[in-house]
């Protein structure tokens, strides 16, 4: 639905449709993937949190370093499909965009 222009098949079936079809089908299509990108944003987060909280308990301190590492594990975790290379660049990218937003969530309050 998302992707449908009135050049395919489906795109010219829409235009032959009421406007509180077009709507319907439009809201059960963002239902959709709407579903599907929480199940997805879900499963991250349960990965990066269950990491964190296991090396935070596995090494007794509360850091950074735990969110570094639990981003290298999530992010390689999510990329090891495509190989030993998609994994190190998941794994550095995860890492720099958790030490970066817990960076900035240990920061005192009053700078900015």
Avoid: W
């Amino acid at each position: 639905m998302r992707y449908d222009t009135p050049l395919s098949a489906k795109g010219a079936e829409q235009l032959e449709q009421t406007t509180r079809q077009q709507l319907r089908a439009g809201f059960k299509d963002m239902g959709k993937s709407s579903y599907s990108s929480a199940k997805n944003f879900g499963m991250i987060g349960a990965m990066y949190a269950g990491s964190e909280c296991a090396i935070e308990g596995f090494r007794g301190k509360n850091d950074l370093t735990n969110s570094v590492a639990a981003g290298c594990v999530t992010g390689g975790a999510l990329a090891h499909k495509g190989g030993p290379q998609a994994a190190a660049l998941g794994c550095a990218g995860f890492a720099a965009f958790s030490l970066a937003i817990d960076y900035y969530m240990r920061m005192p309050s009053g700078e900015s």
